[in-house]
């Protein structure tokens, strides 16, 4: 039998070397078979609204995405070697010392996506990145990602590394429609490829990392230049004193300076920061090429109602924040068991394409704190355990061993004695969360800083919280976008299981043809549980009392609809978040100027002049929920989640009103922001906006609150 089997397994083994040197040799040929891309003829990329109703023809088209005239290419001659070498430095640091597939990067991505549970790092080369833009018209899968490294072996032995960095360089997408360097070099610079300086050249190569994005966010692209020079620096491709002198180089007045008008991405404005990601996401996944020379019929999750809702509650006429001197928000809401992005509102103007929901960084205050509380819980520590809220002074050892003295205080100067700690989520009181970090009497979290922030990453977090981190990070210091806020509190509404978040369920190519073929069907995945059900569904029953019974009642929606949630509100008032769930859907709130340096003080402190002017997140969720599932049937909370008991023990109210008081009782005493009268009762038509019958388809803590 082992002669056999020792026989069998050696005829296998030959047969698979045989295989596969016929597959190679295969591909050789094919390869000097591929010449030169060409630019293909345009047809248009289809982008879809999710269904309004049952029938699958009620989805509408909210983008058109189109190539123009705007594809230059240059000759490797007319390039610059410090473009080149721009590349090498942000792209793919080992490019010349690797053949087309770099075995090291393979490694150390591996490590990193399986420390992290998820694919959070690539290991593409250069080679393989222009294998994938210029000739791989096909979705990720096994079979695609061999056949990109074969390729891309095979195309080092038949050109030179240069050769590689110009085909690169003439195939990739720069944002603003322009598509190969020598058009990108015109479209931001109003010069050729052959002209551009160092400083320049790292423009070009830092808009690839979001060609959508950078291409019309000025400081945006400085500051990935400035990365992509630091890189060229520490790589050895500048000296000190040509770095500096490109740091200092000015960016051009108009950005872009001459940028094509009638192509790339168009739809209904009220979409257009949600299909704007849609692009680089599909662009990502098939290169340029294919997104552009068209075909593709997109599917995406974007719920019209919703959205329409989102836009008219926030800016449309009647918002409250209509006024043009009014704040800025953005709006995220998450289907929470299935990772699909409902609605989006990123921007007042709507022209700009910096995405406020997806790209802003913002302090997100006291919304932070319930991760503190998952920590605790995951310690053993009960949510009753009681603290003193009083004005606090910690000794704070740093990293570098100095000692630093802490002051802490609440809102108001608040100081309301002892107190639970689920109370304190309430009131969010900031003292006792800080005693809870600092582990005062023995009684908090053991490595307080480190356990938070290991919370936080769980639940979807991207920040550098440092290897030891800061305490003040409980009141919400570190900067989060309030995509990364709203998905981290879709997990917990999870019962605790982090969903990859979904944009896109389907993508058909050249759909309704004979050569019709799916590229991507969105599978319904498992997840990862990131915290234990049952925390999660302890901290949501805790949540629910935030909206009964402490500073977040505004949240309640009249129906009686039950709302977990938590408001935040960062130093000096310049951030105020609330970020809530029901039963199936999340929706993160953040309100602020897009433009940084102004308070909210006046809107929001009550001492303030314009206090209420505008209303609050609070408001903002609540009336939004309402105009977009207000005719749903009310749903509870599964598997025991009830609103807990008030601060002196009374039992909870029969709705979720924060008062006991109906839907009507209460809308009629509501104080709302402006706007909030006409937008009670208000109907909205999803469609109204699309009735064209072309778009119809078959550092220190501070005060937080």
């Not at 340029?288 to 019209?304: I, M, W």
């Not at 009686?560 to 000096?572: I, L, R, Y």
């Amino acid at each position: 039998m082992l002669r056999v089997l020792l026989i069998l397994g050696l005829v296998g083994l030959v047969a698979g070397v045989f295989f596969a040197i016929g597959g190679y040799v295969g591909l050789v040929r094919s390869v000097n078979q591929l010449g030169t891309p060409a630019n293909i003829e345009t047809h248009p990329t289809y982008i879809y609204s999710a269904p309004l109703g049952e029938a699958d023809g009620s989805r509408r088209v909210i983008g058109t995405i189109f190539q123009g005239e705007n594809r230059k290419t240059t000759t490797l001659d007319r390039m610059p070697a410090h473009l080149l070498n721009a590349v090498v430095a942000k792209e793919d640091e080992r490019f010349r010392e690797h053949a087309g597939v770099d075995a090291w990067g393979i490694m150390r991505a591996l490590y990193v996506d399986i420390r992290a549970g998820e694919v959070v790092e690539g290991a593409s080369t250069i080679t393989q990145q222009y294998v994938r833009n210029a000739y791989l018209s096909q979705e990720t899968t096994i079979e695609r990602k061999v056949k990109e490294a074969l390729i891309a072996i095979q195309i080092e032995t038949v050109k030179s590394k240069d050769e590689i960095l110009a085909d690169y360089l003439n195939t990739a997408y720069f944002g603003s429609n322009a598509y190969g360097v020598e058009a990108a070099a015109e479209t931001y610079f109003n010069k050729s490829a052959s002209d551009l300086t160092v400083a320049e050249s790292a423009t070009l190569v830092g808009l690839v990392w979001s060609p959508s994005t950078l291409g019309e966010d000025k400081a945006a692209a400085k500051d990935q230049r400035d990365l992509v020079l630091r890189q060229m620096f520490d790589t050895g491709y500048l000296t000190q004193q040509d770095y500096e002198a490109a740091l200092e180089e000015p960016m051009p007045g108009e950005w872009p300076q001459a940028p094509m008008i009638e192509s790339g991405l168009t739809g209904p404005q009220i979409t257009r920061n949600f299909t704007e990601m849609v692009q680089d996401e599909l662009i990502n996944r098939y290169g340029a090429n294919t997104v552009l020379q068209g075909g593709l019929t997109v599917y995406t999750t974007l719920d019209l109602e919703a959205q329409q809702a989102a836009q008219d509650v926030i800016y449309g006429p009647s918002g409250y924040l209509a006024s043009p001197d009014a704040p800025d928000a953005a709006l995220i809401s998450i289907e929470q068991s299935t990772g699909e992005i409902k609605a989006m509102v990123g921007n007042r103007d709507q022209s700009s394409q910096f995405n406020l929901a997806t790209q802003a960084q913002r302090q997100p205050g006291s919304s932070f704190k319930p991760f503190a509380l998952i920590a605790a819980l995951e310690q053993g520590i009960d949510p009753s355990t009681q603290f003193v809220s009083e004005n606090k002074t910690y000794n704070v050892t740093l990293e570098n061993g100095g000692v630093e003295e802490w002051e802490v205080e609440n809102f108001g100067e608040a100081q309301r004695g002892p107190i639970s700690l689920e109370e304190a989520l309430w009131e969010s009181d900031n003292t006792v969360f800080t005693d809870l970090m600092m582990n005062v009497g023995g009684q908090g979290l053991k490595n307080g800083p480190q356990a938070v922030a290991d919370v936080a990453k769980r639940l979807g977090l991207s920040a550098d919280f440092g290897p030891h981190g800061h305490p003040s990070i409980v009141l919400g210091t570190k900067e989060q976008s309030p995509l990364e806020m709203t998905r981290a509190y879709a997990t917990i509404a999870n019962d605790g299981k982090r969903m990859e978040l979904t944009a896109i369920n389907r993508v058909v190519q050249n759909e309704g043809q004979d050569s019709e073929r799916v590229l991507l069907q969105h599978e319904q995945e498992k997840g990862v549980q990131a915290i234990d059900a049952g925390i999660a569904r302890e901290l949501t029953s805790i949540m629910l009392g935030d909206v009964v019974w402490g500073i977040a009642d505004d949240a309640a929606l009249d129906n009686g609809q039950p709302v977990a949630g938590k408001t935040g509100t960062s130093e000096n008032f310049f951030d105020s978040w609330f970020v809530g769930y029901t039963p199936e859907l999340t929706t993160g709130i953040w309100m602020g100027y897009g433009e940084g340096g102004a308070t909210l003080e006046d809107y929001l402190d009550p001492k303030g002049i314009y206090y209420g002017a505008y209303g609050s997140p609070e408001e903002i969720f609540a009336n939004y929920m309402t105009e977009a599932f207000g005719d749903e049937p009310v749903k509870e909370f599964k598997n025991g989640i009830e609103v807990p008991p008030g601060p002196d023990g009374q039992a909870p109210p029969s709705s979720q009103s924060p008062s006991g008081q109906s839907g009507e009782q209460q809308a009629s005493g509501q104080q709302g922001g402006a706007g909030t009268g006409a937008l009670q009762g208000q109907t909205t038509d999803p469609t109204a906006a699309y009735a064209d019958p072309s778009l119809n388809a078959s550092q220190a803590g501070g005060v937080t609150y």
